[in-house]
C-alpha cells in the first residue's frame, strides 16, 4: 500500500466521472477515459461505483485506483461511500484507496468514522477522507485515515459560501498533519493545479476541467440563442 501513495506523490490524479443520466455513464466508456488518462501521464484515477471500478481494473491491473460509491440515503447528506457495505463493494471491484465522507455530519446505521475506517484497513485498502474543514481534517487524521482530501469544500452546509478550490483548508491542512493531503475540487487549469502543488498538496485531483463533457457543453451552450 505505501508504493501505491509513492506512486501518486506530487501526480495528476484524474476524476473519471460522468451523471448518471449521461450516455456517458457506462462502464466501458469511463474505464476509457481513465485509460485515455493514463495514456497522457495521470498517474491514477478516481472512480464511481463499483462496475465502474472493476472495468477500469481490468483494463489496467496496475494503475492506482481511488475508488468511491456515491450512495443517496434518505434522511442522510453524507453520500460518497457513507456505509461499510459500500466501501466492500469498492474493495471488490479493484479500488486501492476507498474515498470516503469524513464530516461530522450523521451517518447512516449510526457507524462511526473511526469503525469504518478499520473495517476498511481490514479489507487491505487505504482510505481517503473526504472533508470540508480543517476539523474534520483533523478528526479524520486521528481516527486513522491515510491521506485527506479537501474534496467536500464548498459543498456542506457549513462550508456551502464557500468556492473551491480550498485553498486555505489545503495550507491548513498540510501545516498541521503529516499524512497526504490531496487537493480535489475546483481545480480549473493548470496554474491552479500548481499552486495547490506549491501550497503542499501531495497530489491533485481533477475531475470536471478535464472529463466533465456534460457539464462543459452546458456552459458554452448558456452563451448561444
Given at each position: 500500500m505505501k508504493e501505491i501513495l509513492k506512486k501518486l506523490e506530487k501526480t495528476l490524479i484524474v476524476s473519471c466521472q460522468a451523471p448518471i443520466n449521461s450516455p456517458l455513464h457506462q462502464p466501458n466508456i469511463i474505464a476509457a477515459i481513465a485509460q485515455a488518462s493514463i495514456n497522457q501521464k495521470a498517474a491514477g484515477v478516481r472512480i464511481d461505483t463499483p462496475s465502474h471500478v472493476e472495468a477500469t481494473r481490468q483494463l489496467m491491473p496496475d494503475i492506482p485506483i481511488i475508488g468511491l460509491w456515491k450512495q443517496q440515503i434518505p434522511g442522510y447528506e453524507v453520500y460518497i461511500t457513507p456505509r461499510l457495505q459500500d466501501a466492500q463493494a469498492i474493495a471488490k471491484a479493484g479500488a486501492d484507496i476507498i474515498a470516503i465522507d469524513a464530516t461530522s455530519r450523521k451517518r447512516p446505521e449510526g457507524e462511526t468514522l473511526s469503525h469504518l475506517i478499520t473495517k476498511i484497513h481490514e479489507l487491505g485498502k487505504?482510505?481517503?477522507?473526504?472533508?470540508?474543514?480543517?476539523?474534520?481534517?483533523?478528526?479524520?487524521?486521528?481516527?486513522?485515515?491515510?491521506?485527506?482530501?479537501?474534496?467536500?469544500?464548498?459543498?456542506?452546509?457549513?462550508?456551502?459560501?464557500?468556492?473551491?478550490?480550498?485553498?486555505?483548508?489545503?495550507?491548513?491542512?498540510?501545516?498541521?498533519?503529516?499524512?497526504?493531503?490531496?487537493?480535489?475540487?475546483?481545480?480549473?487549469?493548470?496554474?491552479?493545479?500548481?499552486?495547490?502543488?506549491?501550497?503542499?498538496?501531495?497530489?491533485?485531483?481533477?475531475?470536471?476541467?478535464?472529463?466533465?463533457?456534460?457539464?462543459?457543453?452546458?456552459?458554452?451552450?448558456?452563451?448561444?440563442?
Open positions: 487505504l482510505v481517503m477522507a473526504d472533508v470540508d474543514t480543517i476539523e474534520n481534517g483533523l478528526a479524520a487524521a486521528n481516527a486513522g485515515v491515510d491521506l485527506v482530501g479537501t474534496t467536500l469544500y464548498g459543498y456542506t452546509s457549513e462550508t456551502q459560501h464557500l468556492q473551491p478550490p480550498g485553498y486555505s483548508l489545503l495550507d491548513d491542512l498540510v501545516k498541521q498533519l503529516d499524512i497526504p493531503i490531496i487537493c480535489e475540487g475546483g481545480i480549473a487549469s493548470p496554474s491552479m493545479a500548481q499552486k495547490s502543488l506549491d501550497l503542499g498538496a501531495y497530489a491533485v485531483v481533477v475531475g470536471t476541467a478535464i472529463t466533465g463533457i456534460d457539464l462543459k457543453v452546458k456552459d458554452f451552450r448558456a452563451v448561444f440563442p
